[in-house]
């Protein structure tokens, strides 16, 4: 697939997307064009969830695919679409260097994207910030939020999946009550309230729809990462258009429609039990057995914008990464052992006092 470009119109040089302006800007002059209103059927359109089952069955005629050409990191194994006309450039994900072994691979078309919203310098301060609140962090990593490092934007690629779930389910409710027992200590005799459980069956039917269940479609970066970024603003997607993309990387998507369906399900069985033990009700629920169907499963594809930042510190590769639509930021961090091993002889040592002055 031949690269979309967006020339300015002043100077020719290609247009970027600015995030939180909606617009399209050179980086050399300073021209803008304004995205296009977007066709209120082409919205719809976008945002039409596709039937899970029946798309399975016609990947294989390719339809709604489209092909990419994309570069494997070899340290990070992250899939980075490329331009054809880009010879070399650094993963995202780890830093290094990427040069050739570009290959073209047939991936579902996004339907939807997410555009990015907080520019660069507003997501350094965020780094910034981030890494001079970490506790128990080397004093010299604080040297790196002065820094100007590099950040990568990036679209990373989701799936959301919608399912109707009817549960039958079968528990039991522990309610507490107390009795009092009767001891001896220094042959004094005293006695105590102690708590203990009645369990009683119960069982039910629950019938929910889940909305837009959402699994990061990428193992670049740890899937716990990912999710802490959430929530995203997915009533704001906009149709897929490569307008948005221009100025940025995005990834090939790593984790097929049936395993992300798998993830799905993990999400919405886990809420499921949430659910069951709000019904089962009292002070402690057990769940003996389950059984659910998931009917009418639906997905999409989409992108979703994030800010990534590789840095190393004491040879070892620490990432960091930035909603780019909230701020929020979720990273790897290294730990300063001498520090901690000084707050836990602190407390040994301060417990001792106590211990020594209260004997």
């Known amino acids: 697939m031949e690269p979309v470009k967006f020339p300015c119109k002043s100077c020719g040089a290609t247009l970027h997307f600015a995030p939180g302006q909606d617009a399209l800007v050179c980086p050399f002059c300073g021209a803008a064009n304004d995205m296009p209103e977007v066709d209120v059927a082409v919205q719809e359109e976008a945002l039409q969830e596709l039937d899970f089952h029946a798309y399975l069955s016609e990947l294989a005629s390719g339809s709604e695919t489209v092909v990419v050409t994309v570069v494997k990191c070899s340290n990070c194994a992250a899939e980075t679409t490329f331009d054809p006309n880009i010879t070399a450039d650094e993963c995202a994900f780890c830093g290094t260097a990427l040069i050739g072994g570009q290959h073209t691979e047939r991936i579902i078309k996004p339907k939807a994207l997410l555009p990015f919203k907080i520019a660069d310098r507003e997501a350094h301060e965020l780094f910034r910030k981030w890494l001079e609140g970490l506790w128990f962090a080397p004093n010299s990593l604080k040297q790196y939020a002065h820094r100007d490092e590099k950040l990568d934007g990036v679209y990373l690629p989701h799936w959301t999946f919608d399912s ?182 602190l407390a040994i040592l301060i417990l001792a006092l106590i211990i020594y002055f209260t004997k």
């Open 164 to 345: 109707d779930t009817a549960t039958d389910w079968r528990g039991q409710r522990g309610e507490y009550y107390y009795v009092t027992e009767t001891y001896t200590v220094d042959g004094k005799t005293q006695t105590r309230q102690v708590r203990k459980t009645r369990w009683y069956s119960r069982s039910g039917h629950l019938h929910h729809f889940f909305d837009d269940v959402l699994v990061c479609a990428t193992n670049s970066l740890p899937r716990k990462y990912m999710t802490l970024l959430e929530p995203w603003d997915l009533e704001a997607l906009v149709p897929y258009d490569e307008a948005y993309l221009s100025g940025f990387k995005s990834e090939a998507y790593s984790v097929e429609l049936e395993p992300g369906w798998g993830h799905a399900k993990n999400r919405i069985d886990s809420d499921i039990d949430v659910m069951i033990r709000q019904q089962i009700g009292g002070d402690e629920q057990r769940i003996t057995w389950k059984n659910s169907n998931y009917n009418d499963i639906t997905f999409k594809h989409i992108l979703l914008p994030v800010w990534i930042s590789a840095y190393r510190y004491n040879d070892k590769v620490f990432r960091f990464i930035v909603n780019a639509r909230t701020g929020k930021v979720q990273g790897e961090r290294p730990w300063s052992w001498v520090k901690i091993a000084g707050v836990v002889i």
